[in-house]
Nanobody, 118 residues
């Protein structure tokens, strides 16, 4: 029903920056939420941040002040701008979508790898 495709992952040095993109297709949620999650080997999936199509955002404490989420509604695309990257940010990053804030995240992308070298 909804397909999410992440892109923009790669290898960066500590202190560097990277921007991830997540393109949604197949359906649009006028009141929906797009979120970013990450998972490192041996760790549980972790919430990174989210944005409503209105532009309102929220972030995990671990990334506040360093990561910024934005969106382009015309393209059904959400971005994750990552600055001041740390080795502990290394993970597989997923985008996800939920129809409304009352729903769980039910649509997921396949992930894009972010590796931060020390």
């Amino acid at each position: 029903q909804v397909q999410l495709v992440e892109s923009g992952g790669g290898l960066v040095q500590a202190g560097g920056s990277l921007r991830l993109s997540c393109a949604a297709s197949g359906r649009t949620f006028s009141s929906g939420v797009m979120g970013w999650f990450r998972q490192a080997p041996g760790k549980e999936r972790e919430f990174v941040g989210a944005v409503r199509w209105s532009g309102s955002t929220s972030y995990a404490d671990s990334v506040k002040g360093r990561f910024t989420i934005s969106r382009d509604n015309a393209k059904n695309t959400v971005y994750l701008q990552m600055n001041s990257l740390k080795p502990e940010d290394t993970a597989l990053y997923y985008c996800a979508a939920r129809p409304t804030t009352r729903d769980d995240y039910i649509y997921w992308g396949q992930g894009t790898q972010v590796t931060v070298a020390s």
